[in-house]
């Protein structure tokens, strides 16, 4: 089916939008999370789940909402992990327009109309995001979110990390096919290879309004898997980077990422342990964001210990790693500590502290 862009016939049978929504034994948040998007002030929606293989009382839960919800369809599959569920819950939508949407999350009450609006508007854009307020498996409120709105800011972050969250966006279905989807070998980070190729595509957008309560507890961080977590990140902006180089991606034809794989693609090994670094420090400065400094330095400690012998580029990583610790000795007011951390970055490269105290000298001065 055609978008439903202005100037289009729209099939009166087919909703407004549809909401991908993975799940694995999700029972302790998966009510709230449909009726968040059930409760939507745009109502004409399906809401498509994909239910991997759930041992709790997830199935339970999905059931009955299915009867006495005819918007809700659910399908039902053996476990094959979170890439393969939302890819079969994008293949079941029948909507022009695709929402994503996680099963411990809570959607804004208005998040689709904006979104919907926002698309109908703009037939340039392929995916639209917005801001999102952090909360606790409580339901508390820690911090919001903030990202670019603009094509062009939006670009320019995506050089260097990922501005979007999965579960708060919404897609064109046809810009999801025309780019094959989420990709498997990125794992956890396929939404930021996503992001990557549809921008090679299309136009970018986000809304400057909350368009989802999202929920960060302890399950989201594991140390066991957060160096492939990383990996998958680099190897992501990687890949962009040889599309646009050579038309040529190194990982059309694999299931997994690997060291070997990017060194074999000719990422340089010092450059990659690199990035690697950056990226756990700004995980690391995001986790502080929401009061978890001690994951925070774990998540240091592992990067740090994968450290590559001193470089000029390495070397401003490890700055932005101490960086990221001082801030979370600070945070647990081990102020010496975080002097420290402070000093030994400024050793390795005084303008990264200098702008990282900038920035912070800003957002004092914003909230007085």
């Given at each position: 089916?055609?978008?439903?862009?202005?100037?289009?016939?729209?099939?009166?049978?087919?909703?407004?939008?549809?909401?991908?929504?993975?799940?694995?034994?999700?029972?302790?948040?998966?009510p709230?999370?449909?009726?968040?998007?059930?409760?939507?002030?745009?109502?004409?929606?399906?809401?498509?789940?994909?239910?991997?293989?759930?041992?709790?009382?997830?199935a339970?839960?999905?059931?009955?909402?299915?009867?006495?919800?005819?918007?809700?369809?659910?399908?039902?599959?053996?476990?094959?992990?979170?890439?393969?569920?939302?890819?079969?819950?994008?293949?079941?939508?029948?909507?022009?327009?695709?929402?994503?949407?996680?099963?411990?999350d809570?959607?804004?009450?208005?998040?689709?109309?904006?979104?919907?609006?926002?698309?109908?508007?703009?037939?340039?854009?392929?995916?639209?995001?917005?801001?999102?307020?952090?909360?606790?498996?409580?339901?508390?409120?820690?911090?919001?979110?903030?990202?670019?709105?603009?094509?062009?800011?939006?670009?320019?972050?995506?050089?260097?990390?990922n501005?979007?969250?999965?579960?708060?966006?919404?897609?064109?279905?046809?810009?999801?096919?025309?780019?094959?989807?989420?990709?498997?070998?990125?794992?956890?980070?396929?939404?930021?290879?996503?992001?990557?190729?549809?921008?090679?595509?299309?136009?970018?957008?986000?809304?400057?309004?909350?368009?989802?309560?999202?929920?960060?507890?302890a399950?989201?961080?594991?140390?066991?898997?957060?160096?492939?977590?990383?990996?998958?990140?680099?190897?992501?902006r990687?890949?962009?980077?040889?599309?646009?180089?050579t038309?040529?991606?190194?990982?059309?034809?694999?299931?997994?990422?690997?060291?070997?794989?990017?060194?074999?693609s000719?990422?340089?090994?010092?450059?990659?342990?690199?990035e690697?670094?950056?990226?756990?420090?700004?995980?690391?400065?995001?986790?502080?964001?929401?009061?978890?400094?001690?994951?925070?330095?774990?998540?240091?400690?592992?990067?740090?210990?994968?450290?590559?012998?001193?470089?000029?580029?390495?070397?401003?990583?490890?700055?932005?790693?101490?960086?990221?610790?001082?801030?979370?000795?600070?945070?647990?007011?081990?102020?010496?500590?975080?002097?420290?951390?402070?000093?030994?970055?400024?050793?390795?490269?005084?303008?990264?502290?200098?702008?990282?105290?900038?920035?912070?000298?800003?957002?004092?001065?914003?909230?007085?």
């Open positions: 089916m055609a978008d439903a862009s202005p100037g289009l016939v729209r099939d009166w049978m087919t909703p407004r939008v549809s909401v991908a929504l993975p799940v694995w034994n999700a029972e302790a948040f998966l709230a999370a449909i009726e968040s998007i059930l409760s939507q002030t745009l109502a004409d929606l399906e809401l498509v789940v994909v239910d991997d293989g759930s041992t709790d009382r997830t339970a839960i999905l059931s009955d909402f299915q009867s006495r919800d005819q918007r809700l369809v659910v399908h039902r599959q053996a476990n094959s992990g979170f890439v393969s569920a939302v890819n079969c819950a994008v293949e079941l939508c029948s909507s022009a327009y695709v929402a994503r949407m996680d099963a411990d809570i959607a804004v009450p208005d998040r689709l109309e904006r979104q919907w609006q926002f698309l109908e508007r703009h037939p340039d854009v392929g995916v639209v995001g917005g801001a999102v307020v952090i909360i606790d498996s409580g339901g508390t409120a820690l911090t919001t979110w903030q990202t670019a709105q603009s094509d062009k800011q939006l670009r320019a972050a995506l050089e260097t990390t501005p979007f969250c999965d579960p708060a966006m919404m897609l064109r279905r046809s810009a999801l096919r025309k780019v094959g989807g989420y990709r498997g070998a990125f794992g956890s980070s396929a939404d930021y290879d996503l992001w990557l190729r549809i921008s090679e595509r299309y136009a970018l957008g986000a809304l400057s309004v909350p368009v989802l309560r999202y929920r960060w507890h399950d989201q961080l594991s140390t066991r898997d957060v160096h492939a977590q990383l990996l998958g990140l680099v190897a992501a990687h890949a962009s980077r040889l599309r646009r180089a038309g040529a991606d190194p990982f059309d034809d694999t299931d997994v990422v690997t060291v070997e794989r990017l060194s074999q000719g990422l340089d090994p010092e450059w990659l342990q690199s690697l670094l950056w990226e756990a420090a700004a995980r690391a400065a995001a986790l502080v964001s929401i009061g978890r400094p001690r994951d925070a330095r774990v998540l240091l400690d592992h990067a740090l210990s994968l450290a590559p012998a001193h470089t000029r580029i390495s070397r401003t990583s490890r700055a932005h790693a101490r960086i990221a610790y001082a801030r979370a000795r600070a945070s647990e007011s081990a102020v010496a500590d975080a002097v420290r951390w402070l000093v030994i970055a400024g050793a390795l490269d005084p303008a990264a502290v200098g702008r990282a105290a900038w920035r912070g000298l800003r957002q004092w001065g914003a909230r007085i």
